[in-house]
C-alpha cells in the first residue's frame, strides 16, 4: 500500500513513521527546505531558538505523544518539569502591578492568596467535574459563576492564554474539563532533549530507516481523486499516485487542493466555522536564570503575557556556554490581531517590569497569525480526521483529537486516524 502525506509537520512526520512502521510505502511532500514546521530549532547566536512551540511537550514522558512516539520507536528523552508550573505574583499587597518586585509560588502547594473555602471549592467541583462534566456554554461562564476571587479569573484565564492561545471565554467548558482530565491523568510538562528539533529528527530517522521518502521543497498543488476516492497529489506539476493521501494542513487549507470536496456543502460549512489561534513569543537570553526551574510560570498579574519557560534549566545545550533561554507567550484576542504592534509593545512592558534589575536582551520577537498560527483551529473547534474524500484523512493541529493540549492533541488526532487507516 502506498501512502502520501503531504507536509512534514509533528502531525505529518508522526503519521508517517506509523505508516512505514507498519509496512506502508511513504513519501513525504513538504513546500519549505526544511522539515517540522512549527515544531523545530531556529539556531541564532549560539540559541537554540524554534518555528513555533515552546520546546515543551504539554504531557511530558507519560502523555498521547511520548506513547506514540514510543510506538513507532522514535528515540528521544522528555524530562518532566519540576515544579510542573507556578504562578508568579507580585510582593506589593494590593496585587496591582510587578513594580516593587515578585514571588513565585508553586502551584502544587499555594496557600495564599487563595482563601480557604475557595481552595475547598476548587477541590470539590474538581472530583464533581471528573464525574459529571459540564457541557455547555464557555469555561468563562463557569468559573465566573462557580469562583468568585479575582485570584482563581486570572490563573483560568492565563493558564488558557499559556496553553491553548484562547481566551476563557473562546474555551467550550466541555473541553476544558476534558484538558483538566487528561493533565490529572498523564500529569504536566516536560521538555524534550534537543528541544522541538529533538523530536524531529528522530521521527525523520524513523520514516528514512523503514523505507520512506522525505521531499522538502516540494509544494503540493492539487489532490487527486477518482470515483469519490483520493488517488494521488500533483507536486511541482508533476503527478504521483498513492492509495491513501494524509494532509498535515488542516480542513481549511486542504480544502483548495480538492476539487471533490466542493460537493460537500455540510462539510464546507463545518470547515468555515473553525477559528485559529494566535499568539506572540519573545524569546529573550540571559546569563543568569531568571526563572530557575523547568516548570511553566504562569503570569496572571501581567497585562499581556500569559506565561514563560526557561528551558534551558533541563537541557543547557539550547543556550550557548553558561547562558540560560527564557521564552514569554501571550495570546493575540481576535479584536486585537489588527494593533500587533501595540500587543508586543505592552508584553515589551511586561518583561521590563517583571525582570528590572536583570541582565537580559531580547533575542526574537515573532507573531503567530493568518497562515502561521499557533493553532489552526482553535481547542473545541475539532471536526475529526476523517474528510468528505475516501482515503483522504487530515492530521495535526487543525484536526486534534479532543481534550488533546496542542501536541498532545495532534498526536490523538494521528492516533484516531490511524485506528482508521490500520484496522
Ligand atoms: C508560539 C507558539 C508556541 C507553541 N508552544 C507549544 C508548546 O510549547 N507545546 C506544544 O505542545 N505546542 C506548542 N505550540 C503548537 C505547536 O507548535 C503546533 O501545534 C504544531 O507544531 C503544529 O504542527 P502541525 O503538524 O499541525 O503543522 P505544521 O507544523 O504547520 O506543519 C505543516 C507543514 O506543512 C507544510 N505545507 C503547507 N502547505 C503545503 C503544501 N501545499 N505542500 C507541501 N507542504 C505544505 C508546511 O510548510 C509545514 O511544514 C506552539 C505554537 C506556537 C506558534
Known sequence: MKAIVIGAGLGGLLSASKLARNGFDVEVFE???????????????????????????????SGPLAQLLDDVGAEVEIIRSNPMSSIRIPINNDLTDYSQGYRDIPFNHFTKPFSLINRFKIAFYTSYTKLFPPNNGSFKDWYTKHLDEDWTHRIAESFCGWSLSLRSEELPVQEAFDIFSKLYRYSGSGIPLGGCEGITRSLEKVIIE?????????????????????????????????DIIISNLGHKETLPLCNSMENDPEYIERVNQLKPSAGIKICL????????????????????????????????????????LIMTHQCIPKDKLDSLEKEIEIGLRDIKTMFQGKDYEILLIQSYHNGWPVNR???????????????????????????????????????????????
Open 377 to 423: 483551529a482553535g481547542s473545541g473547534q475539532d471536526i475529526g480526521n476523517s474528510t468528505p474524500v475516501q482515503n483522504l484523512f487530515i492530521v495535526g493541529d487543525g484536526a486534534k483529537g479532543h481534550g488533546g493540549i496542542e501536541i498532545e492533541g495532534i498526536a490523538l488526532g494521528v492516533k484516531n486516524t490511524m485506528k482508521m487507516i490500520l484496522t
Open 210 to 242: 523503514n523505507g520512506g521518502k522525505i521531499h522538502t521543497n516540494s509544494e503540493v498543488t492539487e489532490i487527486l481523486t477518482k470515483d469519490g476516492k483520493a488517488c494521488g497529489i500533483v507536486c511541482e506539476g508533476k503527478k504521483y499516485s498513492a
Open 31 to 61: 513546500q519549505l527546505p526544511m522539515i517540522g514546521g512549527r515544531f523545530t530549532n531556529i539556531e541564532y547566536k549560539g540559541y537554540k531558538l524554534s518555528t513555533g512551540a515552546l520546546h515543551m511537550v504539554p504531557h511530558g514522558p
Open 285 to 324: 537570553g540571559s546569563s543568569e536564570p531568571l526563572i530557575g526551574h523547568s516548570g511553566v510560570v504562569l503570569t496572571p498579574y501581567c497585562q499581556r503575557i500569559n506565561g514563560m519557560n526557561e528551558v534551558t534549566n533541563t537541557d543547557p545545550t539550547l543556550a550557548p556556554g553558561e547562558n540560560h
